[in-house]
């Protein structure tokens, strides 16, 4: 009896799809990106970051989602935020949530494209600025916040 547990998230540099000789032998199970989401409803963003007081995780989070979904073709599952993409202790602390959210989506998602979720001072501007003003400022297009208010998720 051996139960191997292992995760793979395919937008990793470097990480190859399994042997399909490899993959008959085990069973597979797809944990879909929303799924626990519930256990992080009263999870709430740093309230030292004025702007997003008031805001859960879960909120931000779906309508940053729902934004790269709009772009057909443009992004996958596996690149959304899933509920767990932070701890705990790293959305009660504002440099630990700001760097690692911004890290992720400026420098690996939109790498390429910031325009799509970043206002258009952020578009050409060093990661520097984005991240120096994203404790004053909203740094996301207006509609993103519009989401969040409008309770989509």
């Known amino acids: 009896n051996l139960y191997l547990w292992a995760t793979m998230n395919t937008t990793d540099d470097g990480v190859y799809p399994m042997d399909s000789a490899f993959k008959r032998r085990w069973s597979f199970e797809h944990i879909g990106i929303d799924d626990g989401e519930e256990k992080m409803e009263s999870v709430m963003l740093p309230t030292s970051i004025g702007w997003l007081n008031g ?3 879960n909120q931000l989070r779906c309508a940053i989602n729902d934004k790269l979904r709009s772009q057909i073709g443009q992004f ?5 935020l ?21 890290d992720y989506l400026h420098q690996h998602v939109l790498r390429h494209n910031p325009s799509v979720l970043f206002l258009d001072e952020y578009t050409s501007a060093s990661f520097s600025k984005l991240n120096r003003d994203f404790e004053s400022r909203n740094v996301f297009k207006p509609e993103i916040l519009t989401l969040v208010g409008d309770g989509e998720e």
């Open 55 to 57: 805001i859960s995780w």
């Open 76 to 80: 996958r599952e596996d690149q959304l």
């Open 82 to 102: 899933g509920p767990f993409f932070f701890k705990i202790d790293e959305l009660s602390n504002p440099l630990l949530f700001k760097n690692k959210l911004l």
